[in-house]
Each structure stands twice: as C-alpha cells, then as structure tokens.
C-alpha cells in the first residue's frame, strides 16, 4: 500500500527543542523559589506534560500550576536560539507534500509553544495540520493523536509513517497500527 500521510513528533523528532523547554521551566521554576538542577530535570521529567511534570514536582494547586505554565510559554521564545530544524527530515516531507503527500505535526506540547517555535524557524503553514495536547483526551502513549489525523486525511494505518523519537511516541505509534521510524536527533551547531 502507498504512504499518504507523514505523521511527525515535534519536540525531538522534527526540532531539536530540549534545551529551550528545559531553560524555559527552570527559570519559570527558579521565580517561583523553587530549583531543580539541569541533570535532574533530564533524568526524571524531560518530556512530561506541564501539569503532570508539576504534580510530580509536588506543585498541586490549579492555579499555580496555570500560572507556571503560562509562565513557561512567555519564556520560551526567550532560549529558541537553541532550537534547530531537523532540515534532512523537513526536505524530505516537503518532497513528499510536493507530490501529492500530507503531513501533519502530531505533539502533546502546547498549541502556543507550537506555534511559536514553528513561527521561529520559518515553517508555520507548511503543513496539513496541527495535533497538540488541547485535540486529544489522553496523551501519548496513547495512539489517539495519530489516529485523529490519519481520520481527519481519511487514510488508514497501512497508508501512515509516523516518525518518533521518544518511548512513549514509539509505544503510541506502534498502538497506531502505522508504520513508524524511530529517530534520535543529533543535531551540531
């Protein structure tokens, strides 16, 4: 069967994101008083959703947790000097688009962290579509993010490659039924 539809993580897959995301919460933490050092960070809470990495962090009232967050999107665009497309992938779905294929960014981040850094490295609108955690009930590893997209093209798994980076994407695309590659970005400045 043909592949119609390129589903792409977002946040270590199609950009490298981890040290923007990371300075970003630490200093928002930091104002309200609280310090986790960058290792620990790494270790035990990269690539958790906002709510659920506070909680953990011990961090339970609503509204802190909203403020935090807000915070965190404000400072964001702050560190995106550290962000880097993954311009090998981005051609390679630009080709794909140019004869006929969709694709689509399927993330549990942010919609506004999203944009903003789709802003930033000059590829907002270059895409079918957008999934981020405000489109979908439950997160990753739950495969309902991509099967959302392939229902919004009208494709089916067999007509779908997902690319993932992280356990919990593979675990979800894998749930998906589609095809998938698994990626680990390494990108030099």
Known sequence: MQIRLILLDFDGTLASTEEANMQAYLKALREEGITLNIEEYRSHY???????????????NEVDIDRIRRRKIELYPTFFDTV???????NFVQDFRAQGGKAWIVSTGQIEN??????????????DGVISSRDVSEPKPSP????????????????????????????AAEASGANYIKLELKIKN
């Open 46 to 60: 990269f690539g958790m959703r906002c709510p659920e990495f506070l909680r953990t962090i011990g961090i339970t």
């Open 84 to 90: 880097r497309l993954n311009e090998p992938l981005w």
């Open 114 to 127: 999203l944009s903003n850094v789709m802003h930033y490295l000059g590829i907002e609108g270059m895409v």
């Open 144 to 171: 309902e993010a991509f099967l959302k997209a392939m229902e919004y093209e009208g494709v089916t798994p067999a007509e779908t490659l997902i690319f993932e980076d992280s356990p919990v994407g593979v675990a």
